[in-house]
């Protein structure tokens, strides 16, 4: 069983390029959620996602970050104009149904994105 | 969101049991108390969760006070795999997020 498989592990982008975060979830799951976590912190909520639809985003800077889940392939996370303060580890997690109480989040190891 | 408190770090020595204290004075009918735990440079993982009762599976076992304003997260016989920051989280029904807090960062000792 495939776990959540994130790529790149580690991304290196200059100030003002973009950086684009693949998700693909565990088999059978439809829906997406993507953290933050800042050194030494814990991880902040992003955005949450099902097939093709984005369903809280609350977490999301309203500036240059962007997130898709597609009918087919991977939830993309995007970020444009990086900035050094979007230095951080990425977070992905996948959940088989509507995630109530019940529900365990089962997560990627992360992309480390490093802005030079 | 409620709030839950966890001391910063922990100690244990290996193949001893270790008790993970969370308080969590603010929580309502509704919200179910989950654990995770983040070894280094990996993602979280589910450990357990529970409403009222306690709870055991494979990982560890949950144990809830009977006003259910603290929790418990027991590790029977601590392994130096074991070593990671444990996440006590609250979560209700009308919610899919997860609201990490900073954890307990547990070191286990040969």
């Known amino acids: 069983n495939a776990g959540v498989m994130q790529n790149p592990r580690h991304l290196v982008r200059r100030r003002g390029q973009e950086a684009r975060l693949r998700c693909s979830p565990m088999?059978?799951?439809?829906?997406v959620y993507w953290y933050r976590q800042l050194p030494e912190e814990g991880l902040k909520f992003m955005v949450y996602?099902?097939?093709?639809?984005?369903?809280?985003e609350s977490g999301m800077p309203k500036e240059r970050f962007s997130a898709e889940f597609p009918k087919e392939g991977p939830s993309i996370l995007r970020i444009q104009q990086v900035v050094r303060g979007d230095s951080a580890a990425y977070f992905c997690?996948?959940?088989?149904?509507?995630?109530?109480?019940?529900?365990?989040?089962?997560f990627g190891d992360g992309t480390r994105l490093s802005i030079l | 969101d409620a709030k839950t408190t966890q001391p910063n770090s922990m100690e244990s020595n290996e193949e001893e049991p270790v008790h993970l204290p969370c308080n969590h004075s603010t929580i309502s009918g509704t919200d179910y108390i989950h654990w995770y735990r983040q070894l280094p440079s990996q993602g979280p993982e589910y450990v357990i969760h529970g409403l009222t009762s306690n709870v055991n599976n494979r990982m560890a076992s949950l144990a809830i006070a009977e006003d259910r304003k603290s929790s418990t997260l027991i590790l029977h016989r601590a392994t130096l795999r074991d070593a990671a920051v444990y996440y006590c989280i609250l979560r209700d029904g009308n919610t899919d997020k997860l609201i990490f807090g900073t954890g307990t960062r547990l070191q286990v000792f040969p």
């Open positions: 997690a996948s959940s088989p149904r509507t995630a109530g109480s019940n529900q365990p989040q089962h």
């Open positions: 088999k059978g799951h439809s829906h």
């Open positions: 996602l099902q097939k093709e639809n984005i369903i809280d």
